[in-house]
C-alpha cells in the first residue's frame, strides 16, 4: 500500500523527535518503532530525561519509578513535587495565551501576562473562601477563557477540579457531581448553540437542590458586559477586580489529584475518573512535543467542549509555550467551515476535530479551496477511528501537505495510547504508532500475544505515568479493577478491538464491547462502517448484534440523506458492497433505517445502549445521551420480531 504522506527530511530533522533521540544518543535511524521499544524497555531512563527535555519546573527527585506488584499501584516520580499551573504559566508575555470565538462572532482574547494574573487573584478567592487541598470544585460552563482561568486557580492550589457541558441536563450533572461533593459550583449566564441562546442558570436550582455539599456559586457571563443581579451568586468579574494577587505556588506531590473525569455512563452511572497533576502534565507534554512536533508559540485549536477529555487535552498545550484557541458553539454553524475559517483567520498550527466532523464535510462534499491552510502542519482525529475515506478526503479536499494524526486513547488516561509521529508515514486508514513508553499489545481471547493483521483486544502490559490514580469513592478500588483488569491478569484491558498493519501502523475496529460475534466470529463494528459510510445516499450507520436463535445477527440501522427511502434495491447494494471489500460474515442479516442515530454528548454512536434496548434489557442512564428520545425508536421493533 502506498503512502497519503511523507515527512520531509527537513521535519525529520528539525523535529522535537530527532532532537530528543539525539540528546539520549540513541542510535535508532529514525525507525519509530525501533524508538517506541527502547522506551518501553528503559522507562525509567525515558520518563527521567523527558522530564528534563520538557523542562518541567520542579524538584524530580531521585527516584522515577516505584514497582509495586500491582499494576495499578506502582506510582511514577514518588518523591517529586510541582505545581500545575506553575508549569502552564511560566511566560508572562504580552502576547495572545488564549483566544475565543462563540459562534455568535464574539471574540475575546487574553495575553500570558492577564492570564497569570487572573489566575493568581482568583487562586486567592478561593483561600478565602477556605477551599483548601483535596477540596473539590465542580464546573458547569461554556468552553470559554474564563473556565481556564477557574480551572488553573483551582490546580494552583491543589483543588481538585471537574467540569460537565452545559448541553447536559440537570439529571446528568447530579449524577457526576452528587459523587464528587464539591463545595463550590462555577457556572456562566448562558451559551449558545446551533443559533439558540440556552439559559445555564435556569438549570442551577435544580442542581443544588440535589448536590447539597455546594456551598457558593461563582457565575461569570457569557458576554462581557453582562450584568449579574444577583444575591445568590458571586460575581467573576468583580471578583478578579477585587482579590489580592497571590503569587505563591505550593508544589504537591506528583501524583495529587488535578481533576476528576466521568465516562460516559450511556448504561449505568458514570465513573468518576480520577487523574494525577504531574502524571497528565508530563504525558500531554511528551504527546505534543513528540508526537505532534508542536513547539513554543505554536498556537493549537481542538473543537471540544469541557465535558470532553479532549478539553483537558487541549489546556495541558499551554505548558509548552504554545497558544490556545477555544470554539464555542455547533462546529458547523453559521457555516459549515466556520472552524476551517478560524484555522485560516488566526493561523492555526495544530487543527483538532472529531472523526464525525470529518465524515460530516465528506458527505457534503466540501471542498476547502477558498481556504488559506498553509499554518496547519497537523490535523488531528479522535472520538471514533477515521475511515480510508475520510482519510484520502482530508488530503484531496482539505489539505495535501498535512501531517494527518489519527489518534486514540481515551478519558481513562486523559491522553493517547496509538497516534502521530515524524518518523513514520501516514497510510490510508492506519493510525501511525504506538505512544512513546507505553506497553501496548494486542491479545487474543486467551491472554497471549497476536501476529501482525490479525485482530484483537488492545491492552498495555506494564505502567504508565497518565493511568487514573482511582475511581472517586471506590472502595477497595472494585470499580476501578473490574473496569481494566477483569479480563486479563495484571494486565490493562483497554477494551478496544484493534490490529497491528505490516506499517507498523493500528487499525481500531471499534470498541471490543460493541465486537459483533455472529457464529462465533469476532467482527469489528468499524469494517462495516467504512463501507456503509461511502455509500452516497447514506449519512450514517449504527451496527449492533441482536441475540437470535441461540446466536447472534448482524443489524444495521442507518439514516439517509434527505430522508431517501430505502428501497429493496439499496438495501441489496449496501450489503454486497459489504460482502465483497469485508466478508460475507460481515453482510448485516438486517438493515432498517431510523429517523435519528443515538450519539453521546461527545459525538460518540451507542452502539451499547442500542445493543441493550433490542436484546430487552434496561439501560439506567440516558442522560449522557445527547439525544436521548432517539432511542424509543429501537424499543419493540417489530422487524427483529421474526
Keep these: 500500500m502506498s503512502y497519503l504522506w511523507k515527512p520531509t527530511e527537513s521535519q525529520v530533522q528539525n523535529s522535537l523527535l530527532k532532537k530528543f533521540t539525539e540528546n539520549l544518543e540513541l542510535k535508532v ?54 505545581n500545575y499551573s506553575e508549569n502552564i504559566l511560566k511566560k508572562r508575555e504580552k502576547t495572545i495565551a488564549i483566544s475565543f470565538l462563540s459562534e455568535t462572532g464574539q471574540e475575546e482574547s487574553i495575553t500570558w501576562e492577564t492570564l497569570y494574573e487572573k489566575v ?28 481556564v482561568i477557574s480551572f488553573l486557580a483551582c490546580a494552583k492550589n491543589g483543588i481538585i477540579w471537574s467540569s460537565c457541558s452545559p448541553d447536559f441536563g440537570i439529571k446528568g450533572v447530579v449524577d457526576r457531581f452528587k459523587q464528587i461533593e464539591p463545595k463550590a459550583l462555577i457556572t456562566c ?25 455546594i456551598k457558593k456559586i461563582l457565575v461569570f457571563p457569557y458576554n462581557k458586559n453582562e450584568k449579574l443581579n444577583s444575591e445568590i451568586y458571586d ?17 504537591f506531590e506528583f501524583n495529587h489529584p488535578i481533576y476528576i473525569l466521568y465516562s460516559s455512563g450511556t448504561t449505568g452511572k458514570p465513573k468518576c475518573i480520577t487523574h494525577g497533576a504531574g502524571n497528565v502534565l508530563i504525558e500531554h507534554n511528551k504527546e505534543f512535543m513528540l508526537h505532534c512536533d508542536i513547539k513554543e508559540n505554536d498556537r493549537l485549536f481542538y473543537y471540544t467542549t469541557t465535558g470532553w477529555m479532549m478539553w483537558n487535552w487541549l489546556i495541558g498545550g499551554l505548558a509548552t509555550g504554545s497558544s ?21 483567520n488566526k493561523k492555526l498550527n495544530l487543527f483538532g476535530v472529531s472523526a464525525k466532523y470529518i465524515d ?21 482525529s479522535t472520538g471514533s477511528p477515521l475511515s480510508s475515506e475520510s482519510f484520502e478526503y482530508v488530503y484531496n479536499n482539505i489539505k495535501k501537505d498535512v501531517h494527518l494524526a489519527s489518534i486514540a486513547g481515551g478519558t481513562d488516561l486523559v491522553g493517547c495510547l496509538v497516534l502521530g509521529n515524524l518518523f ?18 494486542i491479545f487474543d481471547e486467551s491472554g497471549q500475544s497476536i501476529e501482525i493483521g490479525n485482530k484483537g483486544e488492545l491492552v498495555i502490559k506494564k505502567p504508565f505515568p497518565s493511568m487514573p490514580l482511582k475511581f472517586w469513592d471506590d472502595n477497595n478500588n472494585e470499580k476501578f479493577h473490574k473496569a481494566y483488569f477483569n479480563k486479563f491478569k495484571n494486565i490493562w484491558h483497554h477494551g478496544d478491538f484493534i490490529e497491528k498493519t505490516k506499517n507498523n501502523g493500528f487499525i481500531i475496529s471499534g470498541r471490543s464491547d460493541a465486537t459483533l460475534n455472529p457464529g462465533g466470529v469476532r467482527i469489528g463494528t468499524a469494517e462495516i462502517y467504512q463501507q456503509v459510510e461511502s455509500i452516497d445516499f447514506i449519512t450514517e450507520g449504527l451496527v449492533v448484534g441482536h441475540n437470535y436463535k441461540n446466536d447472534v445477527r448482524i443489524v444495521l440501522f442507518l439514516t439517509t440523506k434527505k430522508n431517501q427511502y430505502l428501497s429493496e434495491e439499496n438495501i441489496k447494494l449496501i450489503k454486497d458492497k459489504i460482502r ?32 441493550k434496548i433490542i436484546n430487552g434489557e434496561e439501560i439506567n442512564n440516558k442522560e449522557a445521551i445527547a439525544n436521548p428520545d432517539s432511542l424509543n425508536f429501537f424499543k419493540n421493533l417489530p422487524q427483529l420480531q421474526n
Design 29 to 82: 535511524s529514525n525507525d519509530f518503532e525501533k524508538l517506541w521499544k527502547w522506551t518501553v524497555e528503559n522507562p525509567e531512563v525515558f520518563w527521567s530525561k523527558f522530564w528534563d527535555f520538557s523542562k518541567i519546573i520542579g524538584h524530580k527527585g531521585k527516584e522515577v519509578i516505584r514497582k509495586n506488584e500491582e499494576f495499578y499501584e506502582t506510582i511514577f516520580f514518588p518523591d517529586s513535587k510541582i
Design 120 to 147: 493568581c487573584k482568583l487562586s486567592s478567592y478561593f483561600k478565602d473562601l477556605g477551599l483548601k487541598k483535596g477540596d473539590r470544585v465542580a464546573a458547569y460552563v461554556p468552553n470559554k477563557i474564563e473556565t
Design 189 to 213: 449566564t448562558h451559551y449558545f448553540y446551533n443559533g439558540k441562546k440556552i439559559n445555564i442558570l435556569e438549570k442551577v436550582d435544580g442542581i443544588l437542590k440535589e448536590v447539597t455539599s
Design 235 to 251: 460575581n467573576f468579574n468583580s471578583v478578579i477586580e477585587s482579590s489580592r494577587l497571590d503569587e505563591n505556588f505550593i508544589r
Design 324 to 344: 490556545i484557541f477555544l470554539y464555542d458553539g455547533a462546529p458547523t454553524y453559521p457555516k459549515i467551515d466556520i472552524l476551517l475559517e478560524y484555522c485560516q
Design 360 to 380: 460530516h464535510l465528506k458527505n457534503n462534499n466540501y471542498k476547502a479551496k477558498n481556504l488559506d491552510l498553509s499554518s496547519v502542519k497537523i490535523i488531528t
Design 424 to 441: 513514520s508515514n501516514v497510510y490510508k486508514g492506519e493510525i501511525q504508532g504506538q505512544s512513546l513508553a507505553i506497553d501496548i499489545d
Design 580 to 611: 465483497k471489500n469485508c466478508s460475507p460474515k460481515h453482510v448485516p442479516s438486517l438493515i432498517i433505517k431510523v429517523p435519528e442515530i443515538p450519539r453521546t454528548k461527545s459525538g460518540k454512536i451507542v452502539e451499547l445502549a442500542v445493543r
